[in-house]
Nanobody, 124 residues
């Protein structure tokens, strides 16, 4: 059974920064592509960013390009999401997802393993 655990959410003022972390257990971390999604109240879960197994390839949603950065440390078994210049529109529950496919997808159905989510609230 693969477990995905996020951490690092919280409350921040607009313009501030947060860093989310996510770790998996079960299989070797480097065998997973990783993705971050978010879901705001009353909205569908949406793709934020994905990263391939080695960390070389990344893909960002247009809404976060230039503000968010994903990275992974396969030695530590952790993926990070650095979020800068946060706005109230970034308020959501952020979910980390993992899958054994070779390339990170942008659709929720492309990930088999999900964390419980971590709340990010940006105040104006």
């Amino acid at each position: 059974q693969v477990q995905v655990v996020e951490s690092g959410g919280g409350l921040v003022q607009a313009g501030g920064s947060l860093r989310l972390s996510c770790a998996t257990s079960g299989r070797t971390f480097s065998s997973y592509v990783m993705g971050w999604f978010r879901q705001a109240p009353g909205k569908e879960r949406e793709f934020v960013v994905g990263i391939n197994r080695s960390g070389i390839r990344t893909s960002y949603a247009d809404s976060v390009k230039g503000r968010f950065a994903i990275s992974r440390d396969n030695g530590k078994g952790t993926v990070y999401l650095q979020m800068n210049s946060l706005t109230p529109e970034d308020t959501a529950v952020y979910y980390c997802a993992a899958d054994a496919r070779p390339f990170p997808g942008m659709r929720t159905y492309e990930y088999d393993y999900w964390g419980q989510g971590t709340q990010v609230t940006v105040s104006s």
